[in-house]
């Protein structure tokens, strides 16, 4: 079946624009997550999404982000007034449910390049 | 707050030679853990994790890590590698917050050469 989706694939945008990154989790999938990875760094948790709420927020780095889910299906991250320290791989992932027992499947990610 | 150590930013070997990838975490309290594989141009995909039970936990592929709480530490092994192994390997560790909140390492790239 269809895998966890991301668009777009490749993102540069100028430093102060806003930015909208997609995320389509595999059908049937009740959490969500979003994670960031810059250049030599690992995957860092930014929000945790079960249905169409975030009880986990922490990772998110400033009030310049924010991300919203439908019912079970789409998040999307926001970003706005991009910095140039913004540049990472963004990547969502989903799982069927929050467990710990549950794999989460990533997708490709999103590459965002801030000029 | 958790954090997953992996000492090695790169690790060169041949093909059909045996490979360690060192993997330590730092926490007092109980953790899952789990090794993620990034292959060239893919998503990332899940290896193998140790929830509770044996202590060494076999994935795909054949790779295996074995769990030892007393050094803190979850290397993943394979007694011999492929060409098609070469990829990015992450180690990851959660506690039981009531989701899996993943905290992972900066990763090893696995190279496997003829």
């Known amino acids: 079946g269809a895998g966890v989706s991301q668009s777009p694939s490749n993102k540069v945008t100028e430093k102060g624009k806003d930015v909208e990154l997609r995320c389509d989790p595999i059908?049937?999938?009740?959490?969500l997550y979003w994670y960031r990875q810059r250049l030599g760094q690992g995957l860092e948790f930014l929000i945790y999404?079960?249905?169409?709420?975030?009880?986990?927020k922490s990772g998110l780095p400033s009030d310049r982000f924010s991300a919203e889910r439908t019912g079970e299906s789409v998040s999307t991250l926001t970003i706005q007034r991009t910095q140039q320290e913004d540049s990472a791989v963004y990547l969502c992932?989903?799982?069927?449910?929050?467990?710990?027992?549950?794999?989460?499947?990533f997708g490709p990610g999103t590459r965002l390049l801030v000029l | 707050a958790q954090s997953v150590t992996q000492l090695d930013s790169q690790v060169p070997v041949f093909e059909e030679a045996p490979v360690e990838l060192r993997c330590n975490y730092s926490?007092?309290?109980?953790?899952?853990l789990f090794w993620y594989v990034q292959y060239p141009n893919q998503g990332l995909q899940l290896l193998l994790k140790?929830?509770?039970?044996?202590?060494l936990v076999k994935g795909i592929n054949g790779f295996e890590a074995e769990f030892n709480k007393s050094q803190t530490s979850f290397h993943l092994r394979k007694p011999s590698v492929h060409i098609s192994d070469t990829a990015e390997y992450f180690c990851?560790?959660?506690?039981?917050?009531?989701?899996?909140?993943?905290?992972f390492g900066t990763g090893t790239r696995l190279l496997v050469s003829p």
């Open positions: 926490s007092s309290v109980s953790v899952y």
């Open positions: 999404f079960q249905g169409n709420s975030a009880p986990d």
């Open positions: 059908s049937g999938h009740t959490a």
């Open positions: 990851a560790v959660t506690l039981n917050t009531g989701f899996q909140k993943l905290v």
């Open positions: 992932a989903s799982s069927l449910d929050r467990t710990m027992w549950e794999t989460q499947y």
């Open positions: 140790y929830l509770s039970g044996s202590t």
